[in-house]
C-alpha cells in the first residue's frame, strides 16, 4: 500500500518540481559574446515587470499560516510609458507620419493621437521625450538559432551543454539590445532559453522555439559519428539527439513521434530537413530528404496539435516542390529554386523565409571543400531568389541565419538586415523584418507563445518598440549601430534602454 501511494505521488512531485522557481543567474564573462555596455540597459532595479514567484515558497507559506484570514495583496498598477513627439514607422507604411504621441500601459500599445495625451503619473510611469524621432517595431528575425549564433563550432563540439546555454544567454542579451525583440528559433534546444526570459531570469528576445530539428537519417540533421551508428532498432539516442539539438527519423510513424515530442516540449512550428544543406555532414545539397508520406506526417500531426506549421529546410526545386505537396506553409532557404517553383509558392500562399546569403566578411568561414563549394552554389543563387520573390509577390520573410560567428551575432545582426538594400528600398527591408514576420509569427495558431499582433506600431498591439535617433526609412543603415541609433528599446512593454535623456 506504501509504495502503491508513494508511486501515485510522483508525478504531483514532478509538478511541483517543474513549477518551482529558479534563482537568477549572472552570464559569465567569455569570449564568444561581447557584453553590454552598462549605460545601454536599465538596472534590474528599475524593471517595470512583476518579480516572478517562487513556487515552493509560496507553497510552504500557505501551509505554514492555512488557518490565517486571506489577504489579498494589491496588485502592482501596470506600468504606462508615453512616447511624446514621436514620427511613428508602423511596420507597413512607406512613410513616417506626422508628430504623433503613443501610449504605452502594461504590454499593450494603448493609445497613438496626434493629439496631447496626459501624462501620467505615479509608480511605473515613464515619460520619453521623441524629439520627433522614428518610433518603430521591434525587428523580428526569422531564422535564428539561439544555441549556435554566437559560439565557434570547436568550442560548441567541445564544451558541456551548461555552458553552451550559458552562452547563449549571454547573446541573447545581446539579439534583444540589437534590436531585435522576436526571434523564431530553427533548431536546438531553446526551450530553457525561452522560459528563463519569459520569466525575467535572463535578457533577451521573444522565441518562438522549433526545438530539435528532424531529420532523416543521413539528412542534413544527422550529426552521428561513425560509432553512433548503425544504430539497433531501440537502440540508445546519439549526443545530438539527446541534448535536443536533432531528431532522427525514418518512417511515417517515426517522424509523428518525433514531431509529438518537440510539441510536448512546448515547440510553436516544427522544422524538417527536406533536403540537403551547405553545413550537410553527409549526402549532397540536392540530396531529396523524407518521403512525401513522411513530411505529409509531420503537416498533420502539428495541424492537429494546436494549428501550427511545418517550416522545411530545403534549397533546391525537387526538394521544395515535394514539401510544398506534402503541406509545408513554409519554406527556408530556397536559394535553388527555378522560377515555375517561385510562382507556385506565390499561388499557394506558401511563405519564404529567405536570407541574404552571400559572400562577404561575416560568412563564416569553412575548411571543408564540399562545403565551400555548395555555399558559392548558394551565395550565387541569393539574386536570384530575391528577384524571383520580387516578381512573383511571393510572401517573404527576413532571417539572418548566422551560425557559430560570435562577433557577428553579437555586433552585425542589423547589418544582414541591411543586405537586403541590394533589393529592396528600406521601407520594404522594414516592413519584411516587423509586420510581414509578424504575420509569419501568428501561423502558430493556437500554440503561438506571444498571442498578439507583432511587428506593428497599432493601438492593440504587443508594446515591442524602437525609438531610432533618425529615420530608417532614408538611412537603414542606421540599424547597423544599435548603440548609437537605437535610444529607446522596449519588449513587451518593458523598458531595456533609454538613453534619450542624453
Known sequence: ????????????????????????????????????????????????????????????????????????AARPAAPVTLFRNVRVFDGKSSALSEPRNVLVRGNIIENISADTIEEPTGEGATVIDGNGRTLMPGLID?????????????????SPMSYVQLVAAHQAERTLMQGFTTVRDLGGPAFGLKRAIDEGLVVGPRIYPSGAMISQTAGHGDFRTLYEVPRLPNGMLSFSEREGISAIADSPDEVRMRVREQLRMGASQIKLTAGGGVNSPYGDIASIQFTEQELRAAVEATEAWGGSYVTAH????????????????????????????????????????????????????????GMQ????????????AYRLAKKHKVKTAFGADILFSP???????????????????????????????????????????????????????????????????????LIENP?????????????????SSR
Open 314 to 369: 530545403a534549397y533546391t526545386t525537387a526538394a521544395v516542390r515535394q514539401a510544398i505537396a506534402a503541406g509545408v506553409k513554409v519554406i527556408d532557404h530556397g536559394q535553388l529554386i527555378d522560377e515555375p517553383t517561385a510562382q507556385l509558392m506565390s499561388e499557394k500562399g506558401i511563405w519564404w523565409s529567405l536570407q541574404p546569403l552571400i559572400d562577404n566578411e561575416d560568412m563564416m568561414p569553412m575548411r571543408d571543400p
Open 142 to 158: 526569422a531564422h535564428w538559432h539561439a544555441l549556435l549564433a554566437g559560439i565557434q563550432m570547436p568550442v560548441l563540439m567541445t
Open 1 to 72: 500500500m506504501r509504495r502503491a501511494l508513494i508511486h501515485s505521488a510522483i508525478p504531483a512531485l514532478l509538478g511541483l518540481a517543474l513549477l518551482g522557481g529558479c534563482t537568477r543567474t549572472e552570464s559569465p564573462d567569455n569570449t564568444q559574446a561581447t557584453a553590454t555596455p552598462p549605460a545601454t540597459q536599465a538596472p534590474a532595479t528599475t524593471s517595470t515587470s512583476a518579480p516572478a514567484v517562487d513556487a515552493p515558497e509560496a507553497d510552504a507559506s500557505a501551509a505554514a499560516d492555512a488557518n490565517a484570514p486571506a489577504v489579498v
Open 483 to 499: 548603440d548609437r541609433n537605437f535610444v529607446v528599446i522596449m519588449k513587451n512593454g518593458r523598458i531595456f534602454k533609454n538613453t
Open 373 to 384: 563549394q555548395r555555399a558559392l552554389e548558394v551565395f550565387r543563387g541569393t539574386d536570384n
Open 407 to 477: 562577433h557577428v551575432a553579437a555586433r552585425r545582426h542589423g547589418a544582414q538586415l541591411a543586405l537586403l538594400l541590394k533589393w529592396y528600398t528600406p521601407a520594404e527591408a522594414l516592413k519584411m523584418a516587423t509586420a510581414d514576420n509578424g504575420e509569419l509569427m501568428a501561423l502558430s495558431g493556437r500554440i503561438n507563445p506571444y498571442p498578439g499582433r507583432l511587428g506593428v506600431v497599432e493601438q492593440g498591439a504587443l508594446a515591442d518598440l524602437l525609438l531610432v535617433d533618425g529615420n530608417p526609412l532614408e538611412n537603414l543603415r
